[in-house]
């Protein structure tokens, strides 16, 4: 785990304008350079086409926005060069790292896919840590942590990137290991709303979970049906599998949501919209618009 960096508890709030949140999620599979640097020679253009796919997504999602503040939740990214990379192609210069994590595979092996936050908003704390081993379950990877700062409360962001689907024969490991990471991260949250009673803290849990309580391949798994038990709720809430399709079936494997954007104690539901990835990721963007005064329905692209 990183240093932490802690918030001034007694900081005041922001002005009371209240501009409209945007949080987007994307898995960008392995982004630039791919697996084994198949994509290396054509790392800056793929930075470039993924730039304009984030642009296209928030101009279509903030269109009737006079102001916005964004926060950008990516899996599969490798590392701070390439977001600030994507920094510069996203045209606004508000836009920073809040948090990005630096595992490491082996011992002088630094993992290609490290999980990001950026934002536009002050950012009070900022973390990353791993999974713990828990009676010998050890998920991979871990989680990114913000502590930022919006009008009256806030926002704990969390970005994620649980274990993929393996072989048949190991998915009861691989499901153990979610899961695992679901009860980590929920004792976490616990822990930083319990060190901000002076605020109101609303938290966004964004990534790729790479299960999906529709599917019967996972009727028996608890890594989102306990964070549904916790009162959190997803940006999905009211669309069918159908029209929520974040990672396109190829082969013998069937369309599916795998990306969330999940969150609690926010006054209403976002506005939801899904925007293709196509040409860069096997996954698709997630956007929400978060609004503080009026209601809102779900609308698809």
């Not at 092996?109 to 999980?115: A, E, H, N, Y």
Request: with cysteine; hydrophobic share 30%.
């Amino acid at each position: 785990m990183c240093g932490c960096v802690r918030a001034d508890e007694k900081a005041e709030p922001k002005s009371s304008d209240s501009p409209a949140l945007f949080c987007y999620t994307w898995n960008m599979e392995w982004f630039p350079a791919g697996k084994d640097d198949e994509f290396k020679a054509k790392a800056d253009e793929r930075i470039k086409t993924a730039g304009e796919k984030l642009s296209a997504a928030a101009q279509t999602l903030q269109e009737n926005s006079s102001s916005a503040e964004q926060i950008f939740f990516f899996q599969e990214i490798n590392g701070s060069a390439t977001c600030n990379k994507l920094i510069s192609r996203l045209n606004n210069p508000r836009l920073k790292i809040a948090s990005i994590s630096s595992f490491y595979r082996a011992k002088n092996q630094k993992d290609k896919q490290q999980i990001a936050i950026l934002t536009t908003l002050p950012v009070l704390e900022h973390s990353y840590e791993r999974w713990r081993n828990e009676d010998g379950i050890k998920p991979p990877r871990g989680y990114t942590y913000a502590l930022l700062d919006y009008k009256d409360a806030y926002i704990a962001c969390f970005g994620l990137h649980l274990k993929a689907n393996g072989a048949e024969n190991e998915f009861s490991l691989v499901k153990q290991q979610r899961e695992t990471s679901s009860r980590q991260l929920l004792r976490k949250i616990k822990e930083v709303k319990d060190s901000h009673t002076n605020r109101i803290v609303r938290v966004i849990i964004a990534g790729d979970f790479n299960t999906n309580v529709d599917d019967k391949k996972f009727l028996q798994e608890d890594t989102l049906r306990s964070l549904y038990a916790a009162h959190y709720r997803s940006c999905f809430r009211d669309l069918k599998p159908k029209d929520r399709v974040t990672h396109p079936g190829r082969g013998k494997y069937a369309d599916t949501t795998f990306d969330y954007i999940l969150y609690k104690d926010f006054p209403n539901d976002p506005q939801t919209k899904i925007f293709p990835g196509t040409g860069i990721s096997d996954h698709h963007i997630v956007g929400a618009k978060f609004e503080q005064h009026e209601k809102t329905n779900n609308i698809k692209l």
